[in-house]
DNA sequence: ATTAAAATTTAAGTATGCTTAAATATGTGC
DNA sequence: GCACATATTTAAGCATACTTAAATTTTAAT
């Protein structure tokens, strides 16, 4: 009972995890909840249950935040998650935006013993399809990666994909159709802000691309 | 809710299966408690709930009995089960005994696309790395195979193992350290009822095997 | 600083999948 | 056919992970 922890909490703990890592940092129980689909009172639940697991630091109404032991685990699954989809898009050829869904079923029916053989059979990969960080067997994640999503860039300043950060189809029918891949070249040249349109330069094409779709691509 | 099953249920249902196309076919609900490492009135309480959702006949006190769809159901699994054990030990290279316990998780958290996606990878086999048959994406099972255990088999017989029927890891070292593979030849040439043990000539060598180990050896 | 809106928690309840303990039915030996 | 051992079911209860509805707190607007 101490150490298995069931799908549930697993993907609760991902995604406090997920928002943590992120500029906006919201932990609030309802973002979670709407991250997951459940209630905010199961939120809240859960996020009680976790706290005495002390995996969770919980305070009423404050941001949740994972304890070491919690961060340990997301961690772990997260490597699980992309581990699977890298294996799911190099060995199976699954396309960009098929390899989340199955990877988030996957991650939680993987034995430690399984996940070393996925990774070496891939070579110890260190990216993902997406461009996200594997995190080592020892729990390391490759943080250096200075990455900011294009709707924050510099006009004027040459940039390369390094994330597509998406698991929406449409998303990568728009990347495919317009040669987004991970270290394609591009200049942002201009903002509406208004209309939240960014004007960019990329492959010899001028691209009005919205800032909802811009947030997942971040460039380095 | 239709559609889903658990895994508590799909279990069940793969236990109820495994059972039912057995020799002794002993399918009381004791019989799948042990199978399962549940209570017999957990194994009761399913049953019931089983009933409700047509999946299984169940009369007080009688055997289980898959209904259409409760078979429906089971060969899915299992197919799902024989894909990822011969995945397993083709692609990772995993040994006979360590393919049942990950397939065991696996099975549960395949999409019915992603499992297309394994059986073409594998060349759509029919047999996995055991011997027992794959079904078909259309539920068909390989039934015609007129296999027995090498412990009913006759004597001075000339045999072909096709079937390794343990997820054990001392059997395989057995089977391994006496070159006993689907495809070896053999022959018994005495029983020894009393103690339980075969003599059995292959590979030019005399064996005695007892009964319990050579139960899961089938020959054709 | 009030107050209304929004977010969060609490309370009560449900479904699933188990448990242990007691009651009941089945089947075997004689 | 009876009695006892064995198997199965019933009953009561528990943990997990949810739900809806009501109460409470935070927050943001005026
Ligand atoms: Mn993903
Ligand atoms: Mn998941
Ligand atoms: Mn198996
Ligand atoms: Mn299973």
Redesign the pocket.
Known sequence: ?ANYS????E??IKAIYKYESRDGADT????I?TE??????????????LAAKNMVD?E???ELKLTPAGKKLAVHVVRKHRLWETFLHQVFGLSMHEIHKEAELLEHATSDFLLDKISEYLGNPQFDPHGDPIPTKEGKVETSQASLSMVYAELNTSYKICRLRSSDEEFFDFCQANDMRLGTALTIKKRYPKTRMLEAELNHKTLLIHYDLAQAIHVE
Do not use: E, Q, W
């Open positions: 009972m069931s799908i549930a909490v993907n609760f609030k129980s309802g973002t909840a997951l689909g459940i209630t905010h009172a199961a939120a809240t639940d859960m996020a009680r249950k919980y009423k109404y404050k």
